[in-house]
């Protein structure tokens, strides 16, 4: 029978020939993922079994990123706990603080997650995968403990969703702005329990960093999860990865892709010629605005960074904005590069000093502001611009502050004008 | 299995999200978790726990518990004394880490129930009966998956008793 590529990952995960949606497996995982909130409960609930091993040292990802470095003593604690549960059971991929970076931008460029693969994180952006064509879908810490123990989970096959993107882009639109415009148009629960399988000319023409932005925010349309069909830029961006982390000892990526006459629960099109950049307006990511329709928005904060948009590519994009120009007197603008590696090459293309002459802080790798962790928490009626996934009530501070969703070139714009802005009107 | 309780339902029905259910103030603090109940709802409304009885149900509507993966969500609800959450749908993590804790989820049309309605879940029969409205309506049965991790108590349960998954 035709099988969409989700379809196929999870009938491979399971033993079996074909999965149908609506279906109960018990898949095998590849990778189990933690982060410093949901690794410590996971690591009490895994005690509780009372099991001596994990089911493959090499196949856990512990990374401390959301209040690291420390904010707290309470934040040290769990990274301390994190660390010994690492030592007590030989667990290869603990990444301390120097190596740290923000969990969904830092497994791909680690090309620690590849094609084929099935994914399970605690930590709902965990779908970012998806941009690499593997099943990845974000649990809760019992899941993981569980995932830790056993090397398996259980799932229930989504329905399957299409989403085809064609067309031209309009300038300063990114992949970011090609999700929040699909999620204004489907709503937050719009793909709940489902796949959204992302594909079509312009999906093709996108780069990695862009395909990895938008799998990130599958959830935030209610997402299982969200998938790309791998390509050749797929598999450039995977061995290179490998290659330059000289890792020899990977497991073998696998290429699928849907059946032509593949099943959908709907099949979806959108011109690209029609998507302006997009804001996202308190406090669901589906309030999408086209930055032309947004009006005067003030603003105190801009930040730049989180596992939506704290790659390469959006550094130099708010680079590019930010050259010559200065920050707004009455904004603060926080730059944070989503890992080290990214850290070091935007220092090397001397994107840092063009931050730096705009008034920028920049900080190491941490998610920090985008859940109100710290680096950057808002005051009550304060209104912040984030290239990060989420502006809920309070999201980044008081619950009396707001945040608006954008691309990178929007908030480094906005970080300038004083309000949100497009590049073009500077 | 036959829960008793009032329904309790905010003002706010629609994306209740896992913020809201417990806010970032106190669960990154709190590691207690009949503490951290202590702030279920909070933010809907001050006094949300402070009208809960035991057995009581959460009621609400679209895409209850959207947001974040944490735990925290399901288990301040759980220890707060809710029996059952009845909403018109669930966000999918949620729902999953419902399960996976053991507090069982139903998925009803929910426009004809009130704050403080008495309500009698036989999940069972696959029965909700509003006792003050005097209506009753069918409630799907859980698959079997969900049937078992309930039944045990949830997934750490379930694996203490059968040493892996037998889901």
């Not at chain 1, 990444?95 to 930590?123: K, N, R, S, T, W």
């Not at chain 1, 990130?216 to 797929?234: H, L, R, V």
């Not at chain 1, 890992?339 to 008034?359: P, R």
């Not at chain 2, 403080?116 to 049965?141: C, I, Q, S």
Request: contains cysteine; glycine residues 10%; proline residues 4%.
């Amino acid at each position: 029978m035709s099988q969409t590529i989700t379809e196929k990952i999870l009938a491979a995960h399971c033993g079996k020939k074909e999965v149908h949606p609506g279906e109960f497996i018990e898949a095998d995982v590849d990778i189990v993922l933690g982060n410093d909130i949901t690794a410590p409960p996971a690591i009490k609930e895994f005690e509780k079994f009372g099991i001596k091993k994990v089911f493959n040292k090499d196949r856990i990802m512990l990374v401390p990123d959301h209040f690291t470095p420390n904010k707290d003593i309470k934040s040290a604690q769990q990274v301390k706990e994190m660390r010994e549960f690492t030592k007590k059971y030989g667990i290869t991929h603990f990444f301390e603080l120097g190596c740290m970076g923000v969990e969904h931008a830092l497994l791909p460029e680690q090309g620690l997650v590849y094609p084929g693969q099935l994914i399970i994180g605690a930590d709902s952006h965990t779908c970012t995968y998806g941009a690499l064509g593997a099943f990845s879908t974000g649990v809760g810490s019992t899941d993981m403990a569980a995932g830790m123990a056993t090397g398996k989970v259980w799932l229930k096959v989504p329905e399957q969703m299409k989403f085809v993107f064609k067309g031209k882009f309009n300038k300063w639109v990114s992949g970011k702005d090609l999700m929040l415009y699909l999620i204004g148009k489907i709503g937050v629960d719009g793909a709940r329990y489902r796949t959204l399988e992302i594909t079509g000319p312009a999906i093709d023409k996108l780069s990695m960093d862009s395909r990895l932005s938008m799998a990130n925010m599958a959830i935030e349309a209610g997402g299982k999860n969200g998938i790309f069909i791998p390509d050749e830029k797929t598999k450039q961006y995977v061995e290179s990865a490998w290659k330059s982390h000289k890792d020899t000892k990977h497991g073998k990526a696998l290429y699928y892709s849907s059946d032509a006459d593949a099943q959908y629960m709907s099949v979806t099109e959108y011109d690209c010629a029609e998507i302006e950049p997009q804001v996202a307006f308190p406090h669901l990511p589906e309030n999408t605005k086209p930055i032309s329709k947004v009006g005067k928005v003030k603003i105190d904060q801009s930040f730049i960074g989180s596992c939506t948009n704290g790659r390469i590519e959006d550094l130099r994009i708010a680079a590019k904005v930010l050259k010559g120009k200065k920050r707004h007197s009455d904004v603060r603008l926080i730059v944070i590069p989503a890992t080290q590696e990214i850290w070091q090459q935007a220092n090397d293309e001397g994107l840092f000093d063009i931050f730096m002459k705009a008034g920028a802080a920049i900080s190491t790798p941490t998610c920090g502001p985008c859940l109100g962790g710290h680096m950057g928490i808002l005051a009550e009626g304060e209104r912040a611009v984030a290239t990060s996934n989420r502006n809920f009530v309070g999201r980044m501070g008081h619950p009396k502050s707001e945040v608006y969703l954008s691309n990178a070139a929007i908030a480094a714009a906005s970080a300038v004008a004083g309000q949100l802005a497009s590049p073009e009107d500077l | 299995m036959l829960l008793k309780g009032s329904a309790r339902k905010t003002k706010v029905v629609d994306d209740i999200n896992t913020d809201y259910i417990i806010s970032g103030r106190y669960k990154f603090k709190i590691q207690d978790p009949y503490e951290l109940a202590k702030h279920v709802m909070e933010d809907l409304d001050p006094e949300f726990y402070s009208k809960i009885k035991k057995g009581d149900f959460i009621v609400a509507g679209r895409n209850f518990g959207c947001g974040s993966s944490r735990e925290q969500a399901p288990m301040a609800i759980k220890y707060a004394g809710i029996s059952a959450v009845i909403a018109k749908s669930f966000a999918r993590i949620f729902y999953r880490n419902c399960f996976n804790l053991g507090l069982p989820l139903i998925e009803c049309d929910t426009d004809n129930i009130n704050d403080g309605d008495e309500l009698e879940l036989d999940l069972d029969a696959g029965k909700l009966k509003n006792k003050t409205k005097d209506f009753e309506v069918a409630v799907n049965p859980f698959p079997q998956t969900m049937q078992t991790l309930l039944n045990d108590g949830g997934l750490v349960e379930h694996f203490k008793k059968h040493g892996g998954f037998k889901l």
